[in-house]
């Protein structure tokens, strides 16, 4: 505890001294900052981090208004167009997608991040690493495997296989690195079961898993680690906005460490945008410090998170834990006859029920009240489905005093989802 205060007092020198580089190299260069500032009448100039509060926040709603109205990317860019070298886009799952230039420089600086994590995961150019995405237009995939690339690993490609090839390559290639999200990641262990293919007998030591909280929810992780025996679940969080963000503790599992050498991190309450009291869930608030290129000041990011009131983790670092992960999103939230109920609490107790391989939720929000109802889908082994249905609805009913109806379907009748699960359905007033 004696090292804590000047190993954190040097982190945050580092943050402002790459603050005041950024601030110096975007302005009055980028023109979405340079407007945005001068409308808000903020200075141009810190000396620090607490002048830095006085600050707009940047909210995804503007960016996306930006670029519909300076189409096809928008005004947030430092240089001109003929400079950058990539493109890619958000999911588009809480909005319409949004574009993403970088630079040569930026797209290095986020690969250094990406490295980070797989450092604190334990990766090593011995190891195979398997990167079970299609490689479409989102940023993570790209960057995982020129990260894995950097660290000297052989990086096999997974974009365009079915899920049996994939099943087939981890075994030949004797893969030990598995990057998916956490829905991908049961969906392959139930594809292999379909198959006959045995995974205790799988190389594969590390699961590293990103694109939705689920590797933080204490059922899902519990869920994955049972199918894939031996292999560790690692989480991760990250934005196409933003870039990399965080890695889990080592030490510390469902604990993810924000990477502040890159990222200046703020929790603020949602409703007022004030700081949040110390340990209290907030939304993560990010300011990306080295894509220049494209930056991120004081970006709400829609995250709640619970940081934790240590200021050296078990593990060393200094850098701000938030325990559990990812809690949810300030936009998922649903209420339902009066009671506040987020994805990842049914998710946890759906994965907490033995013999659930998918579910499906349905809101109806034209209600007065809202209403709520689930489908779930047991595994084909199991001989009392409704039983099942029966077993989840009163835990649902004993944990928050609702009742929400759940059905049973037949193996195979929910979709199965590669990228981020869309498992919610909200039916909103006319």
Not at 269 to 281: M, S, W
């Amino acid at each position: 505890m004696a090292e804590a205060f000047p190993k954190r007092l040097a982190l945050l020198t580092n943050q402002t001294s790459q603050l005041q580089a950024l601030l110096g190299a975007i302005l009055p260069a980028n023109a979405f900052y340079s407007r945005k500032f001068e409308l808000a009448g903020t200075r141009r100039r810190i000396a620090n981090l607490a002048q830095f509060q006085d600050f707009p926040f940047t909210l995804k709603h503007e960016l996306a208004q930006d670029q519909r109205d300076n189409p096809p990317y928008g005004t947030n860019l430092t240089y001109p167009v003929e400079r950058y070298v990539r493109c890619h886009q958000t999911s588009g799952t809480s909005g319409a997608p949004l574009r993403w230039l970088d630079t040569t420089e930026s797209w290095n600086w986020m690969i250094g991040n990406w490295e980070t994590v797989l450092r604190a995961a334990g990766v090593t150019r011995n190891d195979r690493v398997l990167c079970a995405f299609s490689f479409g237009p989102f940023l993570g995939f790209w960057l995982a495997y020129e990260a894995a690339l950097r660290l000297g690993c052989l990086c096999v490609p997974g974009g365009g296989l079915s899920s049996v090839a994939r099943l087939r390559l981890i075994l030949d290639q004797a893969i030990t690195v598995l990057c998916c999200t956490p829905t991908y990641g049961i969906h392959l262990a139930e594809v292999a079961a379909h198959e006959k293919i045995d995974l205790s007998a799988s190389p594969v030591r590390l699961m590293i898993v990103a694109g939705e909280p689920g590797g933080s929810i204490p059922a899902t992780r519990q869920r994955l680690s049972e199918l894939w025996p031996g292999a560790r679940v690692f989480d991760h969080h990250g934005m196409t906005e933003t870039g990399p963000v965080s890695f889990e503790c080592p030490v510390r599992p469902g604990v993810l460490h924000i990477i502040e050498s890159g990222y200046i991190p703020e929790i603020v309450d949602p409703a007022t945008g004030v700081l949040a009291p110390a340990g209290q869930v907030g939304e993560l608030v990010l300011t990306n410090l080295g894509r220049t290129g494209s930056p991120l000041l004081r970006y709400r990011t829609g995250d709640l998170v619970r940081p934790s009131l240590e200021s050296v983790c078990e593990c060393g670092r200094s850098d701000l834990a938030v325990e559990g992960g990812i809690l949810g999103r300030t936009d998922d939230m649903v209420i339902v006859r009066g009671v506040n109920i987020y994805p990842n609490a049914v998710e946890e107790i759906i994965r907490g029920t033995p013999g659930i391989v998918e579910y499906a939720v349905r809101v109806d929000e034209s209600k007065a009240l809202g209403e709520m109802a689930v489908q779930i889908e047991p595994g084909p082994e199991c001989a009392d489905r409704d039983g099942v249905a029966r077993e989840l609805q009163q835990k649902f009913e004993a944990i928050w005093s609702l009742r929400v109806p759940v059905t049973a379907v037949p193996p195979g009748a929910l979709p199965r989802y590669e990228l981020k699960a869309k498992r919610w359905t909200k039916v909103k007033s006319p």
